[in-house]
């Protein structure tokens, strides 16, 4: 079992800065690819962005590259979502995943992640 915990979220106006972080339990945090999703008002959840369990390979949405970077410690169980350059669309739940994987790998699809956290809401103001 691992159980995700996010923190971070808030209120910033377009063009601010926040960054993410995902707590993890568990003591094969590293065995674990990790993602981020966000789910805003009235649509579905989409992918944000996952990092592998070494931290060696990265991949993200169109919409956020080049704006978010996702890196991880393995030592604190903690993944983080630094998000720059935000936008008014960017408001949105965000939710972050682990998928349990025995290759350093990434998943982007809902269904290969395994657990799931609360969720954070982010809010972008014009």
């Known amino acids: 079992q691992v159980q995700l915990v996010e923190s971070g979220g808030g209120l910033v106006q377009a063009g601010g800065s926040l960054r993410l972080s995902c707590a993890a339990s568990g003591r094969t945090f590293s065995s674990y690819a990790m993602g981020w999703f966000r789910q805003a008002p009235g649509k579905e959840r989409k992918f944000v962005g996952a990092i592998s369990w070494s931290g060696g390979s990265t991949y993200y949405a169109d919409s956020v590259k080049g704006r978010f970077t996702i890196s991880r410690d393995n030592a604190k169980n903690t993944v983080y979502l630094q998000m720059n350059s935000l936008k008014p669309e960017d408001t949105a739940v965000y939710y972050c995943?682990?998928?349990?994987?025995?290759?350093?790998?990434?998943?982007?699809?809902?269904?290969?992640?395994?657990?799931w956290g609360q969720g954070t809401q982010v809010t972008v103001s014009s």
């Open positions: 995943a682990a998928s349990y994987s025995l290759y350093d790998s990434i998943a982007t699809m809902e269904n290969e992640y395994d657990y």
